[in-house]
């Protein structure tokens, strides 16, 4: 079965950069139309897409984050990374890894999810 | 401000129907397959529907999806005090950047 997990610091600081790392198993991310992606949810509120990398390594980006984002695979490691730049506070939230089936048509598989705290 | 409307919340009696609403445009529900999430506090969104009104396995049919133009509704039927959860409707953005967008979410209270 399908299985994803989020792994990265739960405290970061202002400014600094966010590294996390969503290992998976169950799936191959050289099998095409899949996709493993970024979602987050601050505190209380609404679900916000990040990032979304495919098979052959496309990449999509939330349009108001790009310039803070990037995304890669590890196909070798069944590891994506998801990195975010210049941190603020706005940015705590629960940051889950997903599963996108049928390029990327939804999100059919979601991590348990990690919460990162921003704050100096 | 979400790219997609949703009602922020909704409520109904136990056995009884309710819909919950999602709005969009030509570049977003018009053009591209819906999606829907449960999420019950805590806990991480459950697919419920995709491509529009397709149910994963293990999803009841109480659960429905359809589209029309540019909205699209979730439906559920009988309902359950287990279905009390926020729900999030979400489908591309076919802009000049495409990019992934969710609904603000709705919270369904099971009276």
């Known amino acids: 079965q399908i299985t994803l997990k989020e792994s990265g610091p739960t405290l970061a600081k202002p400014t600094q950069t966010l590294t996390l790392t969503c290992t998976f198993s169950?799936?191959?991310?050289?099998?095409?139309?899949?996709?493993v992606g970024w979602i987050r949810q601050p505190p209380g509120k609404a679900l916000e897409w990040l990032a979304l990398i495919y098979w052959d390594d496309d990449k999509r980006y939330s349009p108001s984050l790009k310039s803070r984002l990037t995304i890669t695979k590890d196909t070798s490691k069944n590891q994506v990374v998801l990195t975010m730049t210049n941190l603020d506070p706005v940015d705590t939230a629960t940051y889950y890894c997903?599963?996108?089936?049928?390029?990327?048509?939804?999100?059919?598989?979601w991590g348990q999810g990690t919460l990162v705290t921003v704050s100096s | 401000q979400s790219v997609l409307t949703q009602p922020p919340s909704v409520s109904a009696a136990p056995g009884q129907k309710v819909t919950i609403s999602c709005s969009g445009s030509s570049s977003t529900i018009a053009t591209n397959y819906v999606s829907w999430y449960q999420q019950v506090p805590g806990t991480a969104p459950k697919l419920l529907i995709y491509d529009n009104n397709e149910r994963p396995s293990g999803i009841p049919d109480r659960f429905s999806g359809s589209k029309s133009g540019t909205s699209a509704t979730l439906g559920i039927t009988g309902l359950q005090t287990g279905d009390e959860a926020n729900y999030y409707c979400?489908?591309?953005?076919?802009?000049?950047?495409?990019?992934?967008?969710f609904g603000g979410g709705t919270k369904l209270t099971v009276l």
């Open positions: 997903t599963h996108a089936r049928n390029y990327g048509d939804c999100v059919d598989y």
């Open positions: 979400g489908t591309w953005d076919s802009s000049l950047s495409p990019s992934f967008v």
């Open positions: 169950g799936f191959s991310l050289s099998t095409s139309g899949v996709g």
